[in-house]
């Protein structure tokens, strides 16, 4: 497994060895001895799926405010994404950046956002799977929702009219 630092701090693309044959592929995306090795601590305390129908489908950018900030581990199950994270932390020297990876399925990289980024993905593909590891324990009172084409922001999203949530659809922009 190797690990490339992503331009938000804390940030990075784990690349891991997909094993293929006849039969398909394998891919182990988690490790705890290899993450601890790109000096990352990371210790998931949930698992989530994400299905999507539709290509266009997008969800986010949702975050936990601090101190409730919860770690993500994401790969692209079937389908490809589009995965977007928003630096939301202000002592950081990347606050307010963003950084997009594609993912498509079976590619072997996983996208890990640190505590305290806004995430988010638009499908790529119709039927689109995300799985998630996820570190920190979720808080409904704590949740928080930037919206997805906040011009404070301005991520570069490759589609312009997505399929939204109305919680996405109605999220407020950043008050700086």
């Known amino acids: 497994m190797d690990f ?3 331009k938000i701090e804390g940030s990075g693309l784990f690349i ?9 592929a394998f ?3 988690w490790e705890l001895d290899e993450i601890e090795k790109a000096g990352i601590s990371f210790k998931p305390v949930s698992s989530h799926h994400s299905y ?5 489908t997008l969800r986010g950018m949702h975050y936990q405010i601090q101190p409730h900030g919860q770690a993500k581990l994401v790969s692209c199950i079937s389908g490809a994404v589009y995965d ?3 630096d939301l932390r202000p002592g950081s020297p990347t606050y307010l950046s963003w950084e997009a990876v594609e993912l498509p399925a079976g590619c072997g990289k996983s996208i890990y956002i640190p505590a305290g980024c806004a995430h988010g993905f638009v499908t790529l593909q119709d039927n689109t799977t995300i799985g998630y590891l996820i570190e920190g324990i979720y808080k409904p ?3 928080g929702t930037l919206r997805w084409n906040d011009p404070a922001v301005g991520i570069n999203w490759p589609i312009q009219e997505p399929i939204l949530s109305d919680r996405d659809r109605n999220a407020p922009d950043l008050k700086l």
């Open 84 to 86: 977007v994270m928003v």
């Open 141 to 143: 009172e704590a949740a």
């Open 4 to 6: 490339l630092p992503l």
């Open 27 to 29: 891919e182990v995306f």
């Open 16 to 24: 891991d060895r997909v094993f293929r044959d006849v039969r398909g």
């Open 52 to 56: 999507n129908t539709l290509r266009g």
